[in-house]
């Protein structure tokens, strides 16, 4: 019955027949990249785009700074380990993330129905027995509850409490934290500050100020929406990729928001988006917006990555490179155009921009607005240079 719903949901024609050139647009003023938000709204920015990777810390703050008015170096650092209203721990598709305090208990409810890590070859890849991870996890939440403790000390209380060196060995040395992000996905784990150059860990109950249970079956709806609120319209394929889910699981998560999800076709290309929505990128349009994204950055993460409007096939081993890596972007009107890197030095910022081909006369000068601003951001005086692809 339920696969016949599904098959007549995909099959109906679509409600609305979009162009790129608006659906870009429309996603750009959701990602606040056409207008900054006040200083005052970084964590609803934060909200709003479904957190931010934090593969490399400091290009969160060029993230926000994209963004964000009034931001200052150091903002970051900050909310995570002063204020407390960011949280730094392993989210969507088992990569780091920061995520609003506020929301934690949110995010952590839908990470918690991954199961990945309870197939047999996950658990034998690390040598752990089901009921063996189960005991790790509980251990790592008691001994974490109200402390910091770096990996090693971790791993060291892990085997004191459950009398398994095998268990705090595999804690200790899986590359990645692999066998962290269990823990983390359970809500017993997040990242403390670190001591010296070593990483440590807390329990987030108790390192958070709010916290109250949600229910991961509205939790994961939830976070559906708003993945469709700011990366919308897309495919399941889109959604799987973005949250580290199968097709199939994407696509019953699509059809489970019932009405309050509609398929439109987006030049051509059928995609989802919520239904509220539809009018309002219907009237969107390009206004010539600029930015220089910094590596990482959401809004190239959760792009279509095979979609040419978007990027130019020729130039996405460029953007999106191996081990994961994602390169800085030149921005305009949504369409990934070139790529860009800065390099401070003693006495100056160095910005390079590399436009994939020849962009029109009005883009040099608002993306050196651009680099400007993060000269300024930095605090040295800005040497840009363009270089031809």
């Not at 979609?307 to 096939?313: A, M, V």
Request: net charge neutral; hydrophobic share 45%; proline share 7%.
């Amino acid at each position: 019955m339920a696969k016949k719903a599904i098959q007549r949901r995909v099959a109906r024609p679509p409600a609305a027949h979009l162009t790129w050139e608006q659906a870009l647009a429309w996603r750009l003023g959701r990602h606040h990249l056409n207008k900054r938000a006040p200083r005052e709204a970084a964590f609803e920015v934060v909200a709003d785009i479904g957190g931010l990777q934090a593969q490399v810390l400091s290009y969160t703050e060029l993230m926000l700074l994209a963004r964000v008015e009034g931001i200052e170096a150091g903002f970051v650092e900050q909310a995570l380990w002063e204020e407390r209203s960011l949280v730094k721990t392993w989210a969507m598709r088992g990569t780091l993330h920061l995520l609003p305090s506020r929301e934690y208990p949110l995010w952590q409810a839908a990470l918690n129905t991954f199961q990945h890590y309870l197939r047999p070859f996950w658990l034998d890849y690390f040598g752990f027995t089901r009921e063996g991870l189960e005991q790790a996890m509980a251990a790592v939440a008691q001994v974490l509850d109200g402390r910091m403790l770096t990996r090693e000390e971790l791993a060291a209380e892990v085997t004191a409490l459950t009398g398994s060196t095998q268990i705090g060995e595999v804690l200790l040395y899986s590359s990645w934290g692999t066998t962290l992000k269990p823990a983390a996905y359970r809500g017993h784990l997040c990242f403390a500050p670190n001591q010296g150059q070593n990483v440590r860990f807390t329990r987030p109950a108790s390192w958070l100020a709010h916290w109250q249970e949600t229910d991961p079956d509205k939790a994961l709806p939830e976070i559906t929406r708003r993945y469709l609120a700011a990366y919308g319209p897309a495919t399941p394929a889109d959604y799987g990729r973005w949250f580290g889910l199968s097709v199939a699981q994407a696509k019953a998560q699509f059809n489970g928001l019932g009405e309050d999800v509609t398929l439109v076709a987006v030049g051509g290309r059928p995609a989802w988006l919520l239904t509220r929505h539809v009018a309002e990128i219907a009237d969107a349009s390009p206004n010539g917006s600029v930015q220089l994204l910094p590596g990482f950055d959401p809004y190239v993460l959760g792009a279509a990555r095979d979609e040419p409007t978007i990027l130019d096939p020729a130039f996405k081993s460029r953007v999106y490179r191996p081990q994961g890596w994602i390169s800085p972007v030149l921005l305009v009107n949504g369409r990934i155009a070139g790529v860009w890197q800065h390099n401070q030095k003693p006495k100056r910022v160095e910005v390079q921009i590399e436009p994939f081909s020849v962009v029109p006369e009005w883009v040099r000068p608002a993306a050196e607005v651009e680099a400007e601003r993060l000269a300024q951001f930095l605090g040295k005086p800005l040497a840009l240079n363009w270089q031809t692809s």
